[in-house]
């Protein structure tokens, strides 16, 4: 008995995928096995699955799977240990672990701040503003996790919105509570995934800005 090999799907996965990995038992030769015995599926030296055969023929191979892994980015290992209680007495006992290696990739998240719009566009003291913060994600992936979208005037936190979605090259709003500000100058910022809760290709175009004068 011998381990075969790994199939890995999608064979080039990112951290968001769910995986699928076959590995396989096979039988050298040149009898056929009749007595039942065990393989498994270790990543990172974490068993993921056991596999049984209780019957394979000489020069045939058997197929297991695990679905539904889901890994971190970075380089990952996966082993196949074959007659995993060593029920089988082999003519070679020493090569029953079969490993490869494989990488998972970053998603490709870029949630870019585009602009911040009020309403109206030259309020008083005793109107109250509508903001809206716009951003987009321009990574090549979709993203499904929260984040949050936060307003600020200068350095006080006046307002967010929560984020679940951010499906790639699609405009999104965050609509702030219709809001109040003093007579003067306001310096608003809106800055999107204000929690780092996203790991982004690039962290640099997150806010937008917009100075509001109010008489």
Known sequence: ???????????????????????????????????????????????????????LSANYEAVCEKTGISLSAGTHTLKNVVDTTNTILETNEGNNVGTRSFTVAQNQYDLRAESIVVSPLSPTDNDYVTVKVNFKNLGSDNLYSNYKVNLYDGSTLIGYCPGTEALTNTLYTCVLPP?????????????????????????????????????
């Open 1 to 55: 008995l011998v381990p075969g090999t790994f199939d890995i799907i999608p064979s080039s996965p990112r951290q968001s995928d769910s995986i699928t990995v076959k590995f396989r038992a096979v039988n050298n030769g040149p009898d056929t096995i009749n007595n039942l015995f065990y393989f498994s599926l270790y990543i990172d030296n974490t068993l993921y699955q056991t596999c049984y055969v209780s019957s």
């Open 179 to 215: 809001l109040r500000f003093t007579a003067g100058s306001h310096s608003l910022r809106g800055f999107v995934d204000a929690e780092y809760n996203v790991a982004e290709t690039d962290e640099s175009n997150n806010n937008a800005y917009y100075t509001l004068s109010v008489s």
